[in-house]
């Protein structure tokens, strides 16, 4: 879950006995859409092939983005690079702005 090349510094940070965070609550953490898609990411930080579909990409992006998971985030935008269709482009818009995904995600 921390440890792993997968893993999320989050995570680590927050079984360290010296992690002092503000929260670590993740329905307060994430957005309302990536609730769906956290057992995913779990997963994905256990190493288990996860699948993703246009809207599991961007909240498995977003969840990375949080919980400090870099792999998360690249095979997130390497899943959307692959699933993109340019009649798809508004949604992929509008379901990032809802996440509030920055073009540095």
């Keep these: 879950l921390c440890n792993s090349t997968r893993g999320s510094a989050f995570f680590r940070g927050a079984f360290n006995e010296s992690f002092e965070a503000s929260a670590t609550d993740l329905e307060t953490l994430?957005?309302?859409?990536?609730?769906?898609?956290?057992?995913?990411?779990?997963?994905?930080?256990?190493?288990?092939?996860?699948?993703?579909?246009?809207?599991?990409?961007?909240?498995?992006?977003?969840?990375g983005d949080v919980l400090q998971s870099e792999a998360l985030v690249q095979s997130s935008l390497v899943a959307l690079r692959q699933l993109e269709y340019p009649a798809e482009h508004g949604r992929i818009i509008e379901l990032a702005l809802t996440l509030g995904l920055t073009s540095q995600a």
């Design 30 to 63: 994430l957005p309302v859409a990536c609730h769906p898609h956290v057992e995913d990411a779990i997963d994905f930080f256990y190493g288990k092939d996860i699948s993703f579909s246009l809207e599991s990409a961007l909240a498995l992006c977003k969840i």
